[in-house]
């Protein structure tokens, strides 16, 4: 089974003229995911790597019979090439696109619930069911199949993560990355549900960070899943009132600390790790339960 | 981006949110003359971007001018909470009948704008907040409806307001919320709500900007220099480094701002102090980006050593040693150097990496996790 | 049964202090109406004719158990007041202010896809179902209790073709006013379908007006209906291109014009009457059918 | 409020949107000036608010400048279509390589705003739509979300542009769509939208704003008088009376559009000419607004008759009959009036009219059905 993502997937790129559309589209091939178009308005006729590049997200799902789409587009028209997508009434949207505004996201959740469609991310990494489908900038080596499903605010950190399960023998059912933006289409608590509800999937490694409140709503979840679910919180040493990089790992007075997404899920019967190297052997523990 | 007090409550006034008369100094001469203009009774408020300003003595009320010229003499150049004072907001002392709190943030959970208003003020929110939680009153609003006149009316009904002050909360809640459309703020707060005899004013004002947005806002970009506190943190935004000053003395450099965390907590699990910091982001397949992030990290004169955690997902790894090399050969000082490199051809990056070390007598140390990473800074940091 | 509102139906006037609203107040509770409570903001715990009178739409309905609005407040406000009732998640809002403005009316209509209330109106008489309830300013005395259903876009031309009918003999289930505007909540579609599903109505009268594409809409609808319908057009003689007072009643080119909508009613079986008298003769012989 | 092409032009032109070379005149003098100014070769066009203007001799090219002065001496004071040619529109000959059309309109019965755009222009779109229905390309949005560039994007390539054309028509949609929206327009056009060697132009300039929301553009308010087009209408509009000239001699009063146009209908229907349509609307309680109705269609010299209809569902009708007296009182020319008079206390109001008929000698008639009415007046019309 597997979630989001399987061999069925088919994926146009919007932006896929780009710089990174067009070498994420090359890397997304080589693994095997199904790239069935592009989006560039104005090359309609072009191909990028192989692929058929259309003037519209519209064209490009019409021709290819796509459900999928991922966005490589500059920050000032991530808004509007999102609303496109929506508008084609895709089944997954994944944004990859850092810095929107937050005013464009606040719109971007209205329209959601307005529309069918699913958005992971902004400023995400995506989604790899591996030896089925990418679509996202995952590298490959840190994957393989498997029943471990890992939902991830982070990037590098999360190929750390699954890297050593990797190399420890685990493999992964699907990893998806909802990213590190304040407000994120698909949140721990949408992707932990579709792990629960997937056969694939025995158990979930959840990697969180200061600033917000989803690692602490992820909790409340938890409580009520039958799957066993390791976590891992960056930044319990920042300081707070400083920003961190991503717009949610901002610490201000006693929300979103650590210690609080820690205690919740830890109330929830979570096993948080310490150590990156502590996930590998919680998970062997709570598998071979 | 957060503005100063001093420039939230320009942009409040231009928007007709009666605040306190005043103006702002860079001296004690500039402070006496406006003290004495303003009758000599004063406050003087250390400009400073950091909350609890007051309790830490960036606050100071005098009585007369030549006082007023003192406590200047004394908050300019200190540090309140560690930031420094180059500026103070020298304004007349309010006849303050009730303080209230008015504020207004985009809630990220409900992913909705929200208005917070309280009769209880002069307090910080998350004090109000545990203190007396049920005498704050929120209105949630969508970007694309808007704060309708309604919800406001709602708001204050619920709220206990009722004839002038009804009137008056209705227009500054009005006001303020499209004060925070137009320039797309994350937050924007007026604590205490002063109520005078004449009227409500805004006796402090706080207004921070989406940074992402600021791109839109071109009028405001003017308005940053003097938002900055660190200089280090300054000149890394001018070069598009993502650089945080927390120090310590060890650096660290990360591609990722949670791999980068992660090095951060585990330097300190392992008892040593980060430096800073610092998110490489995407992109090193440029090795001049990797160079300018290691010498940017060795301008913090504290730093003992630098630990260098790249997970080069798409870079090659020689891309990034490249860069390394670049940042060493121009520098002068020489620090010893952490490094996890994982990626493609990492073992030609660790190779061109070692003969340089060999070569030029840079100590540089290779490990295989940041366990490992975290514990060789620590012991390399405190001069094991 | 009747439609939109019978004995049970409970109702706040939204503006009730004002002239309109206090003497319509009036009015409704003569008739029967029950009529729980107004709203003025600002004017709470005042009364009129007896009527509670409270500071918000939401106060009125905890306090009453409200299900009804009627909003009698100026065009420039009714915007608002419209989303408030709304908000308090009526079933029924009529709102009879007239001059609204053309993109605050989009609004409203955008915001009803979002909520579960209907809109009668704007710029409408209100509704009545005779003997039971009355919600709106149409004349008690030219209704009475039978089992013809009445919709139209007029007001006084209704109550005209209303009394002819009651001095007929021939009573209403609901009479509904649709209201002038070009873009009216409740639109005749609308009311018919539930005119058609109302056990209580028989036959039904459309009277309408020149401008639009409503009863080209409506003719589209009647030829699935079952129980007959008899039409009504006002216009037939006016010049193109002047506005008619109402919004609606305005004819540009060939669109919207009385030979159009006749025309595509007759297509639909529907008996269009040349003179109000005409109306009375032809509902007698359908209901005697 | 519909108004004037050079009115309109002058917005379209601050907005951005290229227009002719040209200068708005009232008289030939003026005229001539301005095609010497712009080169003798012009157009003359007369600003009348009415369609089809070009077909009926409202639109003059000439060669020199004298021949513009003397085409504007035949324009000025004559009727194009009914419509009084006050002023005129003088502009540069444009080098036409194609023409387009784009427009925008509040869909009324999708609820929703669209713009329509067709690689055809030069006739009107109800023309354009029946010749051509396969080249009329139409973008729906609604009020809340606006117009996306997407949604512009897909229906420029869907419509075939592509190159620099795609790039003005972008640039173009957007602004007009603007524009509609800033002034709450209920329509507003570019026909025929031209191609020449220096871009996209607009030849003609169609805004038409939404009556309903003057109030929140008053800025607008002074084009009106410019735009009324009836002396009579615009003497009404000021009263605030709901007045149409029709230009038969029978003139009507009723309560209600709905009322008011049946009894056109059937006065129509019997063979006579409806001189105007009135809708008194409501607040009949007041005699002096009936009143004020009476004598405004009096000032109709055509009319012969007037019909009045009043269903006075909340009105008691000797409210109604004291305004009737007021009018008739002060005026000169004495009318015969048929009355439908409906509601509470007819009968006193009946009573009060027969008595002043009586006394006075001016004839009203009451009559029981709006038909009988009808019949009534065309009769009385016809000198029967």
């Given at each position: 089974?597997?979630?989001?993502?399987d061999e069925n997937t088919k994926v146009i790129v919007q932006g896929i003229t780009g710089f990174q559309g067009s070498f994420?589209?090359?890397?997304?091939?080589?693994?095997?995911?199904?790239?069935?178009?592009?989006?560039?308005?104005?090359?309609?006729?072009?191909?990028?790597?192989?692929?058929?590049?259309?003037?519209?997200?519209?064209?490009?799902?019409?021709?290819?019979?796509?459900?999928?789409?991922?966005?490589?587009?500059?920050?000032?028209?991530?808004?509007?090439?999102?609303?496109?997508?929506?508008?084609?009434?895709?089944?997954?949207?994944v944004c990859v696109t850092e810095g929107i505004p937050l005013y464009d996201e606040m719109k971007v959740h209205k329209r959601l619930k307005e529309v069918k469609s699913m958005l992971l991310g902004p400023n995400c990494p995506g989604v790899i069911s591996p030896g089925k489908s990418k679509v996202g900038l995952l590298p490959d080596r840190c994957f393989k199949p498997g029943n471990l499903g890992i939902v991830s605010r982070s990037g590098t950190l999360t190929y750390q993560i699954a890297e050593n399960l990797t190399k420890a023998g685990i493999g992964q059912s699907t990893v998806v990355g909802i990213g590190g933006d304040p407000m994120p289409g698909l949140t721990f608590v949408d992707v932990l549900k579709m792990f629960e509800d997937d056969d694939e999937t025995k158990a979930v490694v959840l990697v969180g960070e200061i600033g917000g409140s989803a690692e602490e709503e992820a909790a409340k979840f938890i409580k009520k899943m039958s799957k066993p679910v390791v976590a891992f919180i960056a930044g319990r040493t920042a300081p707070p009132g400083k920003r961190m990089g991503h717009a949610g790992a901002i610490i201000e007075g006693s929300t979103g600390t650590a210690e609080s997404k820690i205690e919740a899920l830890r109330d929830a019967g979570v096993v948080v790790a310490e150590k990156l190297f502590d996930i590998v052997n919680e998970i062997r523990r709570v598998m071979e339960k | 981006m957060r503005l100063h007090e001093y420039q939230a409550k320009q942009i409040?006034?231009?928007?007709?949110?009666?605040?306190?008369?005043?103006?702002?100094?860079?001296?004690?001469e500039e402070v006496r003359k406006i003290a004495e203009k303003l009758g000599g009774k004063v406050v003087v408020k250390a400009q400073v971007l950091v909350g609890g300003r007051g309790k830490a003595g960036g606050i100071k009320k005098v009585d007369k001018a030549e006082e007023a010229e003192k406590v200047t003499s004394q908050l300019l150049g200190s540090l309140i909470k560690g930031h420094r004072v180059d500026r103070v907001l020298v304004?007349?002392?309010?006849?303050?009948?009730?303080?209230?709190?008015?504020?207004?943030?985009?809630?990220?959970?409900?992913?909705?704008?929200?208005?917070?208003?309280?009769?209880?003020?002069?307090?910080?929110?998350?004090?109000?907040?545990?203190?007396?939680?049920?005498?704050?009153?929120?209105?949630?609003?969508?970007p694309l409806w808007g704060l309708q006149d309604y919800q406001i009316r709602k708001g204050l009904f619920k709220a206990g307001f009722s004839g002038d002050e009804f009137k008056e909360m209705f227009r500054l809640i009005r006001t303020l919320s499209d004060i925070a459309y137009k320039y797309e703020a994350e937050l924007t707060e007026i604590n205490p709500l002063v109520v005078t005899n004449n009227g409500f004013v805004a006796a402090d004002a706080r207004l921070n900007i989406d940074d992402n947005a600021i791109f839109r806002h071109p009028e405001l970009e003017t308005l940053r220099d003097a938002t900055e506190v660190d200089e280090l943190e300054r000149e890394a935004r001018?070069?598009?480094?993502?650089?945080?000053?927390?120090?310590?003395?060890?650096?660290?450099?990360?591609?990722?701002?949670?791999?980068?965390?992660?090095?951060?907590?585990?330097?300190?699990?392992?008892?040593?102090?980060?430096?800073?910091?610092?998110?490489?982001?995407?992109?090193?397949?440029?090795?001049?980006?990797?160079?300018?992030?290691?010498?940017?990290?060795?301008?913090?004169?504290?730093?003992?050593?630098?630990?260098?955690?790249?997970?080069?997902?798409?870079t090659r790894c020689e891309k990034v040693a490249e860069g390394i090399i670049l940042a060493l050969?121009?520098?002068?000082?020489?620090?010893?150097?952490?490094?996890?490199?994982?990626?493609?051809?990492?073992?030609?990056?660790?190779?061109?990496?070692?003969?340089?070390?060999?070569e030029k007598g840079t100590p540089i140390y290779f490990v295989e996790t940041i366990e490992e990473g975290a514990k060789k800074a620590v012991e390399l940091a405190d001069g094991v």
């Open positions: 089974m597997a979630i989001l993502v994420q589209t090359k890397r997304m091939l080589d693994y095997g995911t199904k790239v069935v178009g592009g989006v560039s308005p104005g090359k309609v006729g072009s191909e990028v790597h192989g692929v058929p590049v259309f003037n519209t997200v519209e064209e490009a799902v019409e021709a290819t019979g796509a459900n999928t789409s991922i966005i490589y587009v500059p920050a000032r028209f991530a808004y509007d090439a999102i609303l496109e997508a929506f508008d084609a009434e895709l089944d997954l949207v | 409040f006034s231009k928007h007709g949110i009666k605040t306190p008369r005043g103006e702002i100094a860079e001296t004690p304004e007349e002392i309010l006849d303050i009948q009730k303080e209230y709190y008015l504020g207004y943030v985009v809630d990220k959970s409900k992913r909705m704008s929200t208005v917070i208003f309280s009769k209880v003020g002069g307090m910080d929110i998350e004090e109000l907040a545990s203190k007396h939680p049920g005498e704050i009153h929120k209105i949630h609003f969508d001018l070069k598009g480094i993502n650089y945080v000053r927390i120090g310590g003395d060890i650096g660290i450099i990360a591609n990722g701002a949670g791999l980068a965390m992660t090095t951060m907590d585990l330097i300190q699990v392992m008892g040593g102090k980060p430096a800073n910091f610092l998110d490489t982001g995407g992109g090193l397949a440029d090795p001049i980006k990797m160079k300018a992030c290691l010498e940017h990290v060795l301008k913090d004169g504290n730093v003992k050593v630098v630990f260098i955690n790249i997970f080069a997902e798409i050969d121009e520098m002068k000082r020489k620090v010893p150097l952490v490094f996890k490199l994982v990626g493609t051809n990492e073992e030609i990056g660790r190779n061109m990496l070692n003969k340089y070390a060999k």
